[in-house]
T-cell receptor, first 111, second 112 residues
Framework: KQEVTQIPAALSVPEGENLVLNCSFTDSAIYNLQWFRQDPGKGLTSLLLIQSSQREQTSGRLNASLDKSSGRSTLYIAASQPGDSATYLC??????????FGSGTRLQVQP | EPEVTQTPSHQVTQMGQEVILRCVPISNHLYFYWYRQILGQKVEFLVSFYNNEISEKSEIFDDQFSVERPDGSNFTLKIRSTKLEDSAMYFCASQVYTYEQYFGPGTRLTVT
């Protein structure tokens, strides 16, 4: 059974800092890995999708990498802003289409 | 930009009552999903739906749950007899082929 772990559980940084969020998964036979942002009491906003054949994806200040063989992904956020404060979720698909989610990293960017 | 919509945003119901949660997926999407998130816990998969039938379901999705696509736009989740432990945020998602899943804003279900 696929398990997804995210470290750290919470992170507080000053504005402007570059930061890295980590995601690991136990079954390396994934099809896709997707990063989401969740604001308190709100839905999930898709940030980046990495397909299993890809090593990384970039969108603006966000860069996600995937190392399938070691079961790891990182989300790099450059020049963090207070508006980046949210919970970041990592999720994978294995074989079937259902996403398996991690518990998330709660990010607070201090102005 | 097209988005997934869900109604209602908040539903309060008494234990044992039936509830129907509604979703309008993005119009050209083919795969539809329901997930739930109990407060403070991970987002969990419930069911996926393709070509007018269930393609996958989790252990959570027992006989109390059902899904339907009654017309070309709506996608519903019905809980026949709600329990206290059904209280959660329910998210609908839709997808084209193997690309990103797009999530709706969720329906907060409170069972009293």
């Amino acid at each position: 059974k696929q398990e997804v772990t995210q470290i750290p559980a919470a992170l507080s940084v000053p504005e402007g800092e570059n930061l890295v969020l980590n995601c690991s998964f136990t079954d390396s036979a994934i099809y896709n890995l997707q990063w989401f942002r969740q604001d308190p009491g709100k839905g999930l906003t898709s940030l980046l999708l990495i397909q299993s054949s890809q090593r990384e994806q970039t969108s603006g200040r966000l860069n996600a990498s995937l190392d399938k063989s070691s079961g790891r992904s990182t989300l790099y956020i450059a020049a963090s802003q207070p508006g980046d404060s949210a919970t970041y979720l990592c999720a994978v698909t294995t074989g079937r289409r259902a996403l398996t989610f991690g518990s998330g990293t709660r990010l607070q960017v201090q102005p | 930009e097209p988005e997934v919509t869900q109604t209602p945003s908040h539903q309060v119901t008494q234990m044992g009552q039936e509830v129907i949660l509604r979703c309008v997926p993005i119009s050209n999407h083919l795969y539809f999903y329901w997930y739930r998130q109990i407060l403070g816990q991970k987002v969990e998969f419930l069911v996926s739906f393709y070509n007018n039938e269930i393609s996958e379901k989790s252990e959570i999705f027992d006989d109390q749950f059902s899904v339907e696509r009654p017309d070309g736009s709506n996608f519903t989740l019905k809980i026949r007899s709600t329990k206290l432990e059904d209280s959660a945020m329910y998210f609908c998602a839709s997808q084209v082929y193997t690309y990103e899943q797009y999530f709706g804003p969720g329906t907060r279900l409170t069972v009293t």
